[in-house]
């Protein structure tokens, strides 16, 4: 079993920027690809941005290429994602993902999920 906390998220203004956190435990970290989704009321969730084991590649939305930053840190058992140039529409609860398959997916099939921080971005 792995647990996954998310924390970093609060109110912004547009433009601005904000660093989300995800610290793993319970299986070794280091063996998962990390995602990060979000998702608003009524809709469903979707993929931002992913990162594979050992940090070899990463993969974005169109939504935010350019714009947001997924990292990892082994030792710390933490995946980030630094989102600069915010937009209202950036406006979610985001989820952090694992993923003990070997694949670094945009899909939705991860093993594991937090509880999602809460990210308002104002005009």
């Known amino acids: 079993q792995v647990q996954l906390i998310e924390s970093g998220g609060r109110l912004v203004q547009a433009g601005g920027s904000l660093r989300l956190s995800c610290t793993a435990s319970?299986?070794?970290?280091?063996?998962?690809?990390m995602g990060w989704f979000r998702q608003t009321p009524g809709k469903a969730r979707e993929f931002v941005a992913a990162i594979s084991q050992s940090a070899g590649r990463t993969i974005y939305a169109d939504s935010v290429k350019g714009r947001f930053t997924i990292s990892r840190d082994d030792a710390k058992n933490t995946v980030l994602l630094q989102m600069d140039r915010l937009k209202p529409e950036d406006t979610a609860v985001y989820y952090c993902?694992?993923?003990?398959?070997?694949?670094?997916?945009?899909?939705?099939?991860?093993?594991?999920w937090g509880q999602g921080t809460q990210v308002t971005v104002s005009s």
């Open positions: 319970g299986r070794t970290f280091s063996r998962a690809a």
């Open positions: 993902a694992a993923d003990y398959s070997g694949s670094t997916s945009a899909s939705n099939k991860y093993d594991y």
